[in-house]
């Protein structure tokens, strides 16, 4: 039995993605560091730091508002440094002030450093140093590291280190300059993600692969309790140990004009454009003349997939919608027990789990703090896991048993839109693998399934290419307030979709409902200010959803319809429709989803919203 822990201590606050970039070579440290915060822009901030080393001295800049503004700050001072260290931070403990934003140090500067996480215990380790004499002039957890550290570091970094992340408790990602170390920056991480460029007489390090790619393809990925110094002489590891160790170099194909807008007003409008090519890229080595192959990325025998009795698939946010679409496709054609978990529930649920389980864990950044707690639990009872995810270097994929990469690219909006079609497909193609080996998919259903799907990008296209239509219905309802959005079957996580869509960038109230249950309760909200976004397309519950939109319209709701081109009784039921091509039923929702995305991102244009950056919001959430 798989009993997934106790609760313990969990953290209060919800933690939004701070970015940490540090550099040290030959080029001029304050444009690097700029640049790369720019490029992680996306992970969300309120304010911004950089802490530039010039000779003896380290001037420390920061500012609220964008980095922009941080930028401003900076070319006044002109800053001429090779080497230093940038923040962008979402407060979690303290205000959004100057004093509070990132890079923190101890009072006699000897330490200054950079932090995503949250440390759990800092008021126990503030009171032991405010106890010993140590004073403090912000109200963060950051600047209790900067002052433990110099208190702890007596000449050597890599065991002051070791000992320091024997204190902590909690997550962290930290870069760090040492006064009487001149030319080396140092990083450890824990929980949060921290990554390592190597370039030609010049380091880096960064959160995010997408803030380095100007600069570097070449990267290492730390593990939890790594060390690492920096230097333009190169990169040194240690363990959590302080033993010294070799790390893998990872070479990263992304183009740097896959992180730029390239003429679109925002990467979102971008991204959803790119869906045909994940489409196709994703299908791509992954079929040939004899059907499905998956075999150069599972490495699972015919045997070992026979007596699999279970599949759980555990993920969040949008990547548990697009698992709930892909349960109700695997139950269709396997004759396994399949169950889709939202990560943070799952790991606190007493589960049975073991070798007759395959466990999938979907996340497009993989570090997804409850999704890693969830796999590391049920990895101990012998499950097979199985990370399916956008980066194949990430904590997630460097842990399971196999990885199915969602070949999408760098997504920078923070509403995902092309992953979740990346992990639509890459989830539909392990379900038909396993049919497939389970003798439940039969050849003509292989055939019938893999051949549509090579039509999917052309029929995306042409959906695409109503973006104009859809601005127009958009802008018509921008001024609602409400929405509620329903759907059957494989479009009832469309519908789910849809409305979290709209919830992020547009700030609207939006709720999805299974449209059976439209009765049972959310029919009360319903009159002529409430629209209802029906997801109905010509499948096998067409005529069941039908009734429901037209309960709909008898309490004077306002009917915005997802339709199947021709269908000209639910047009004739709806103020308004978006029609997408006919597929296969099963395939739907590649299809529904495109128009609920370019309705989303046209309601909250015309609002005005910041909509590749919404408030609150991060692109991975790496602790509770």
């Given at each position: 039995?798989?009993?997934?822990?106790?609760?313990?201590?969990?953290?209060?606050?919800?933690?939004?993605?701070?970015?940490i970039?540090?550099?040290?070579?030959?080029?001029?440290?304050?444009?690097?560091?700029?640049?790369?915060?720019?490029?992680?822009?996306?992970r969300?901030?309120?304010?911004?730091?950089?802490a530039?080393?010039?000779?003896?001295?380290?001037?420390?800049?920061?500012?609220?508002?964008?980095?922009?503004?941080?930028?401003?700050?900076?070319?006044?001072?002109?800053?001429?440094?090779?080497?230093?260290?940038?923040?962008?931070?979402?407060?979690?403990?303290?205000?959004?002030?100057?004093?509070?934003?990132?890079?923190?140090?101890?009072?006699?500067?000897?330490?200054?450093?950079?932090?995503?996480?949250?440390?759990?215990?800092?008021?126990?380790?503030?009171?032991?140093?405010?106890?010993?004499?140590?004073?403090f002039?912000?109200?963060?957890?950051?600047?209790?590291?900067?002052?433990?550290?110099?208190?702890?570091?007596?000449?050597?970094?890599?065991?002051?280190?070791?000992?320091?992340?024997?204190?902590?408790?909690?997550?962290?990602a930290?870069?760090?300059?040492?006064?009487?170390e001149?030319?080396?920056?140092?990083?450890?991480?824990?929980?949060?993600?921290?990554?390592?460029?190597?370039?030609?007489?010049?380091?880096?390090?960064?959160?995010?692969?997408?803030?380095?790619?100007?600069?570097?393809?070449?990267f290492?990925?730390?593990?939890?309790?790594?060390?690492?110094?920096?230097?333009?002489?190169?990169?040194?590891?240690?363990?959590?140990?302080?033993?010294k160790?070799?790390?893998?170099?990872?070479?990263?194909?992304?183009?740097?004009?896959?992180?730029?807008?390239?003429?679109?007003?925002?990467?979102?409008?971008?991204?959803?454009?790119?869906?045909s090519?994940?489409?196709?890229?994703?299908?791509?080595?992954?079929?040939?003349?004899?059907?499905?192959?998956?075999?150069?990325?599972l490495?699972?025998?015919?045997?070992?997939?026979?007596?699999?009795?279970?599949?759980?698939?555990?993920?969040?946010?949008?990547?548990?919608?697009?698992?709930?679409?892909?349960?109700?496709?695997?139950?269709?054609?396997?004759?396994?027990?399949?169950?889709?978990d939202?990560?943070?529930?799952?790991?606190?649920?007493?589960?049975?789990?073991?070798?007759?389980?395959?466990?999938?864990?979907v996340?497009?950044?993989?570090?997804?703090?409850?999704?890693?707690?969830?796999?590391?639990?049920?990895?101990?009872?012998?499950?097979?896991?199985?990370?399916?995810?956008?980066?194949?270097?990430?904590t997630?994929?460097?842990?399971?048993?196999?990885?199915l990469?969602?070949?999408?690219?760098?997504?920078?909006?923070?509403?995902?839109?092309?992953?979740?079609?990346?992990?639509?497909?890459v989830?539909?193609?392990?379900?038909?693998?396993?049919?497939?080996?389970?003798?439940?998919?039969?050849?003509?259903?292989?055939?019938?399934?893999?051949?549509?799907f090579?039509n999917?990008?052309?029929?995306?296209?042409?959906?695409?290419?109503?973006?104009?239509?859809i601005?127009?219905?958009?802008?018509?309802?921008?001024?609602?307030?409400?929405?509620?959005?329903?759907?059957?079957?494989?479009?009832?996580?469309?519908?789910?979709?849809?409305a979290?869509?709209?919830?992020?960038?547009?700030?609207?109230?939006?709720?999805a409902?299974?449209?059976?249950?439209?009765?049972?309760?959310?029919?009360?909200?319903?009159?002529?200010?409430?629209?209802?976004?029906?997801?109905?397309?010509?499948?096998?519950?067409?005529?069941?959803?039908l009734?429901?939109?037209q309960?709909?319209?008898?309490?004077?709701?306002?009917?915005?319809?997802?339709?199947?081109?021709?269908?000209?009784?639910?047009q004739?039921n709806?103020?308004?429709?978006?029609?997408?091509?006919?597929?296969?039923?099963?395939?739907?929702?590649?299809?529904?989803?495109?128009?609920?995305?370019?309705?989303?991102?046209?309601?909250?244009?015309?609002?005005?919203?910041?909509?590749?950056?919404?408030?609150?919001?991060?692109?991975?959430?790496?602790v509770?």
């Open positions: 039995m798989c009993s997934h822990g106790s609760i313990g201590r969990r953290c209060l606050l919800p933690h939004i993605m701070c970015g970039v540090g550099y040290i070579g030959y080029r001029n440290a304050s444009d690097v560091l700029l640049d790369g915060m720019h490029r992680l822009e996306y969300g901030y309120d304010s911004a730091g950089i530039i080393r010039d000779k003896d001295s380290i001037g420390i800049q920061k500012e609220v508002g964008k980095v922009s503004d941080l930028e401003k700050l900076v070319s006044s001072m002109k800053p001429g440094g090779h080497q230093g260290i940038g923040h962008t931070r979402w407060a979690t403990h303290g205000e959004v002030t100057s004093l509070n934003a990132h890079p923190h140090t101890d009072l006699r500067k000897n330490v200054t450093l950079v932090h995503n996480g949250i440390v759990e215990n800092f008021m126990e380790l503030k009171a032991e140093l405010e106890y010993s004499g140590v004073s002039t912000t109200e963060t957890d950051t600047e209790v590291i900067a002052q433990l550290l110099a208190q702890i570091h007596h000449g050597d970094a890599v065991s002051s280190l070791v000992e320091l992340s024997s204190r902590l408790k909690g997550s962290y930290m870069a760090i300059l040492i006064r009487d001149a030319d080396r920056i140092y990083c450890i991480r824990k929980g949060s993600p921290l990554v390592l460029g190597i370039g030609e007489g010049e380091s880096f390090c960064a959160s995010d692969v997408p803030a380095l790619l100007p600069y570097t393809k070449d290492i990925y730390l593990d939890d309790g790594d060390i690492a110094e920096l230097s333009a002489a190169g990169i040194k590891t240690w363990n959590s140990q302080g033993e160790i070799s790390k893998d170099v990872c070479r990263v194909d992304w183009d740097v004009s896959m992180v730029d807008k390239c003429g679109y007003p925002h990467f979102m409008l971008k991204e959803i454009n790119e869906q090519r994940v489409l196709r890229d994703t299908l791509c080595h992954r079929v040939n003349s004899s059907g499905i192959d998956l075999s150069a990325e490495t699972i025998s015919s045997a070992e997939v026979a007596a699999l009795k279970k599949v759980h698939i555990i993920a969040c946010g949008t990547s548990y919608y697009a698992s709930l679409v892909a349960e109700r496709f695997m139950e269709n054609i396997t004759d396994l027990d399949i169950r889709v939202i990560a943070s529930e799952y790991r606190y649920r007493s589960i049975v789990t073991g070798k007759d389980t395959l466990a999938v864990f996340s497009q950044s993989g570090e997804t703090a409850d999704t890693l707690a969830a796999e590391r639990l049920v990895k101990k009872t012998g499950a097979t896991c199985i990370a399916v995810t956008n980066n194949p270097n990430s997630l994929a460097r842990e399971v048993d196999h990885v990469q969602l070949m999408a690219g760098p997504e920078i909006g923070v509403a995902a839109t092309k992953t979740f079609s990346g992990q639509l497909a989830l539909y193609l392990l379900g038909l693998f396993l049919g497939k080996q389970r003798g439940t998919l039969s050849t003509s259903q292989e055939e019938k399934f893999l051949s549509e090579a999917l990008p052309y029929k995306i296209d042409t959906i695409l290419m109503k973006h104009e239509e601005r127009i219905l958009a802008e018509k309802f921008a001024d609602s307030r409400n929405f509620l959005f329903l759907g059957r079957g494989l479009s009832f996580p469309i519908a789910m979709e849809g979290l869509k709209l919830k992020e960038i547009s700030y609207i109230h939006a709720e409902y299974a449209a059976g249950e439209m009765k049972h309760g959310p029919i009360a909200l319903l009159d002529s200010e409430v629209p209802v976004v029906v997801i109905n397309p010509r499948d096998e519950l067409y005529e069941k959803t009734s429901n939109i309960e709909a319209r008898a309490r004077r709701a306002p009917i915005i319809s997802v339709i199947t081109e021709g269908d000209v009784v639910s004739k709806a103020q308004a429709s978006v029609s997408v091509p006919a597929t296969e039923n099963d395939l739907t929702p590649f299809l529904t989803v495109i128009p609920l995305q370019l309705f989303a991102y046209y309601v909250a244009r015309h609002r005005g919203c910041d909509i590749d950056q919404p408030r609150n919001l991060a692109k991975s959430v790496t509770e």
